[in-house]
């Protein structure tokens, strides 16, 4: 018992004579190292981050220099001063550079600047790492939110605001109207698959053959999304009730065009030559879908413009009016649970399912 105690004593003797050692404090050479290992992680993981978020950033970062390179500041004076600042000059900037000889475009738009103002606080933590507080955003966009306040009550607008929501009449009229070759049996299931899966336009871009695979059980399809903006999922795809859209039968007679010995690891969607209409082994880029959407809805006369993300809003909207549960949607898009956009797509379309006369006139 006494040499435990002593042992003791000993021990604690000798700690309190050691030189003190600060956590996190090394000799040069170390800190150079871990420094250029900090340097290497940030590009690592932004390299593998999907285009378009690293192209939203960018342009983000850039509208935040041209800031500061006007107010003579540096980059990382990122705080809840220049932030508010930043909105303000952002309030009365063009949504895209003015090109000579055109009228300037429209002001940018509330969303944009909203992005924005993340897209400066992600860089500025991630890439400079800077240590800001949660709310260093904060009061810029209480700023932006009575700026958005009085747009609304003078009618003012900005951008090009939200996407529309592609419902099954709007695909109803497309189908009548794609032609009958390669081109309309790509587009046809391009479109019903996008619909299908909520899907992104770089999701559906980076679908290889053979992430679709059909169901053990023949109930359906299981696409493996393994590219995507939040995380890759899995989505069961059943087959639909009209034959013209059901996103099953599309994709069979896609599949059935690339050929029984087409690359597994190919591109699902691929480009289609325009005279030969031969099928291309070049896969299509994300904008181009969201062209081609354009474009087939353009050909049918929709009363909306669809573009890359009416997909994604029109599954959330048909899914809602048929009454099933939030938590399918979320899954199927794969929106984080409890998504707050999400539900701003699904609430948009509830005035007349939930609405206070119901039972009253």
Sequence with gaps: MANSDLSVTVSTTTRQTDPEVRPGRFDAATEARLSRLDHEATAHVE?????????GYAADWNAWLRFCAERDLPPAAVRSGTLVAFVEWCWHQPARPPKPGREPGTLTAPSTIDRRLSGVVVTARRQL???????????????????????????????????PALLVRHMEKIAATLPRN????????????????????????????????????????????????????TVEVPFGSRAHLCPVRAWRRWKAELGEDADPDSFAFRAVHNRWKTILDSG???VTIGDILTRIAARAQLD????????RRGLVTESSRAGNPDAVAERQGGWAPGSKVMRRYREEDDGFKENALHGVL
């Design 47 to 55: 390299k593998n981050r999907p285009e378009r978020t690293r192209s």
């Design 129 to 163: 790492k800077l240590q800001l507080a949660e709310d260093v955003a904060e009061e810029a966009r209480a700023l932006l939110k009575a700026k958005v306040k009085e747009m609304e009550r003078t009618g003012e607008r900005r951008g090009r605001g939200p996407a």
């Design 182 to 233: 390669r081109f309309g049996t790509r587009d046809l299931s391009l479109k019903t698959l996008h619909f299908a899966l909520a899907g992104r336009e770089h999701e559906l871009a980076y679908l290889r053959l053979r992430d679709i695979t059909e169901d053990p059980e023949g109930r359906g399809l299981i696409v493996d999304v393994r590219v995507s903006k939040v995380a890759p999922r």
């Design 284 to 286: 299509l880029d994300p």
């Design 304 to 311: 909306i413009r669809p573009t890359g993300h009416s997909p």
